[in-house]
């Protein structure tokens, strides 16, 4: 799909993020060096890497690179943070280190944004590396925390048009900067996982919109980082689901939701001990446990946006849509 044609061309600031991400970060810079979208800037924050990426980064990126260098791996989140902080552009990209742009993905994703100033954030289509099919076109939770996926492992001809979804995955998202400020970021509070969640979660209660446009392509490796770390992804999984909901739902949503889900998580342990995995049973515990004793914690970083008045039974409605979510 072309995109319409642009009666200007707002400054786009793109943030990859990289610990020792050199095998990664050769072909995402040089497939985002090759946009067709030229008003755009890369800045690269190295999470304290001792690879040689960031110096690869100096070399490659020319005029249209700045490198943030930090002392040690801040974690993804707070890295992010840093790299919109010192954004230019009047729209901010979040790249993975771990994908591979297509020539028109920028030019899609700021048409889209510019033609629709309902829409707070939007995503790229993301694809399975080297191949057509759908990782992802847009993501869902239940009103548990639960993660679903519209669209994974379809073709990606089966949608053209901009899809609604409950919130965008960070792996290549586009916000608008103003939007950005006002939420205050991603909540470090999150370590490796929704923190994209909570963020579209504020979008959706200040009356913006978020969808994913299947014009704008990007193909992803996915859990290229995580994946470094085994034994804690099911601790982050269930302490930041649990985070999530403690932080965005009102009294009556927290006792309605709440205890649900931690039983969900307590039997998902149990299931792992049962199938002769007790690593992952005891981080699951410990993970829901940690969400649990920091509640008072959690709620004191509770900010509601309410500009338009939306109601918490309209964005519980948006937070999943059965017929075209599958789960992961």
């Known amino acids: 799909m072309a995109p319409v044609a642009l009666p200007r061309t707002p400054r786009v600031s793109i943030v990859i993020v990289g610990y020792d991400s050199l095998e990664y970060l050769t072909n995402c810079l040089s497939s985002v060096l090759k946009s067709r979208y030229s008003n755009f800037e890369v800045i690269y924050v190295d999470n304290g890497s001792t690879d040689a990426s960031?110096?690869?980064?100096?070399t490659h990126a020319g005029k249209t690179g700045r490198t943030i260098?930090?002392?040690?791996?801040?974690g993804f989140t707070t890295a992010n943070n840093i790299g919109a902080k010192a954004a230019t552009g009047e729209y901010i990209v979040?790249?993975?280190?771990?994908?591979?742009?297509d020539s028109e993905w920028l030019e899609q994703l700021v048409t889209t944004l510019e033609n629709a100033p309902d829409v707070g954030a939007a995503?790229?289509?993301?694809?399975?590396?080297?191949?057509?099919?759908?990782?992802?076109?847009?993501?869902?939770?239940?009103p548990y925390?639960?993660?679903?996926?519209?669209?994974y492992g379809e073709p990606a001809s089966t949608f053209s048009t901009p899809q609604e979804a409950f919130y965008s995955k960070?792996?290549?998202?586009?916000?608008?900067?103003?939007l950005w400020r006002t939420v205050g970021g991603f909540d470090p509070v999150f370590h490796l996982y929704y923190q994209e969640t909570d963020y579209c979660w504020k979008l959706w209660a200040m009356g913006c919109r978020v969808i994913c446009v299947p014009g704008s392509k990007v193909w992803h490796v996915g859990g290229a980082v995580s994946s470094r770390r085994p034994s804690l992804i099911k601790y982050y999984e269930a302490r930041e689901r649990l985070v999530l909901l403690l932080k965005n739902y009102s009294a009556h949503s927290l006792v309605k939701?709440?205890?649900?889900?931690?039983?969900?998580?307590?039997?998902?342990?149990?299931?792992?001990?049962?199938?002769?995995?007790?690593?992952?049973?005891?981080?699951?515990?410990?993970g829901t446990i940690s969400a649990l004793i920091h509640t008072r914690v959690i709620w004191k970083r509770r900010r509601f946006f309410s500009a338009r008045g939306v109601a918490e039974d309209y964005i519980i409605r948006k937070l999943m849509v059965p017929n075209i979510a599958r789960t992961l």
């Not at 960031?54 to 100096?58: E, G, Q, V």
């Not at 979040?94 to 742009?101: E, G, K, S």
């Not at 925390?145 to 669209?151: A, D, F, I, K, L």
């Open 170 to 178: 960070g792996a290549a998202m586009i916000t608008r900067s103003y």
């Open 145 to 151: 925390g639960t993660v679903y996926s519209r669209g």
């Open 123 to 142: 995503q790229a289509l993301l694809l399975q590396l080297g191949s057509d099919l759908i990782d992802s076109l847009g993501e869902f939770i239940t």
């Open 257 to 286: 939701y709440v205890p649900i889900t931690v039983c969900l998580q307590f039997a998902n342990a149990v299931k792992f001990l049962f199938r002769g995995d007790p690593t992952n049973a005891a981080n699951i515990t410990r």
């Open 94 to 101: 979040f790249l993975n280190v771990d994908t591979i742009v």
């Open 54 to 58: 960031a110096r690869y980064f100096d």
């Open 69 to 74: 260098r930090l002392d040690r791996n801040y």
